[in-house]
């Protein structure tokens, strides 16, 4: 069976201030991973996939199959950031498996 | 611009209604997706396709069906609505190449009241 665990439903920082929103994973297999982000009103779109290795937006995520995280970061928050972000994995057969989404609010 | 379209914005059925939710998309994308997405409990899967005619469960498929009779089109059933169906259902595609996938385009979301 295949797991996104993101433990934290809410995550409030200053503008300017680093984010790491978690994404923890368990997958018998080779998993590959993505950041999905919603902002208001807006529909869910990709944000960043580990197999490109980019920055997004100043977002950054890196694999780690030791610690089976996939954590997205981001050195100084903007007010632009917030919005909820997914992580999802997918697995055999393309079957996708989403984590429960960590609200990201940037405080002013 | 892929774009994945959904029939509603906006649906109210009573339950026990037989209710279809129905999702085209435009770039000849071979897999498809019905997702529940509500809150505190994030996306959870309840069928995909990942070609015509062909179609899996995912996570949550009790009291839904699909049918996938066109590559672009993807139609998920309530067979008979209950209370606990009101929801926001999402509609994705997204397209596979030398074992890779590539990622998901969603649509605008479907707001299903069950009363």
């Known amino acids: 069976a295949q797991r996104v665990t993101q433990p934290e439903k809410l995550l409030s920082v200053f503008k300017g201030a680093p984010v790491e929103l978690k994404c923890n994973y368990s997958?018998?297999?080779?998993?590959?991973l993505f950041w999905y982000v919603q902002y208001s009103r807006q529909r869910l779109q990709l944000l960043l996939r580990h197999i490109s290795r980019e920055s997004i937006k100043g977002f950054t995520a890196d694999l780690n199959k030791g610690e089976t995280s996939f954590h997205l970061k981001k050195p100084f928050a903007q007010e632009e950031d917030s919005a909820m972000y997914y992580c999802?994995?997918?697995?055999?057969?393309?079957?996708?498996?989403f984590g429960t989404g960590t609200k990201l609010q940037v405080i002013p | 611009d892929v774009k994945v379209t959904q029939s509603s914005r906006y649906l109210v059925k009573r339950t026990g209604e037989k209710v279809f939710l129905e999702c085209v998309q435009d770039m000849d994308h071979e897999n498809m997706f019905w997702y529940r997405q509500d809150p505190g409990l994030g996306l959870r899967l309840i069928y995909f396709s990942y070609d015509v005619k062909m179609k899996e469960k995912g996570d949550i498929p009790e009291g839904y069906s699909v049918s996938r009779e066109k590559k672009e089109r993807f139609s998920l059933i309530l067979e008979s609505a209950s209370t606990n169906q009101t929801s926001m259902y999402l509609c994705?595609?997204?397209?596979?190449?030398?074992?890779?996938?590539?990622?998901?385009?969603f649509g605008p979301g479907t707001r299903l009241t069950v009363t």
């Open positions: 994705a595609s997204s397209f596979s190449l030398a074992g890779l996938t590539y990622e998901q385009y």
């Open positions: 997958y018998s297999g080779s998993p590959e």
């Open positions: 999802a994995l997918t697995g055999g057969y393309q079957k996708v498996t």
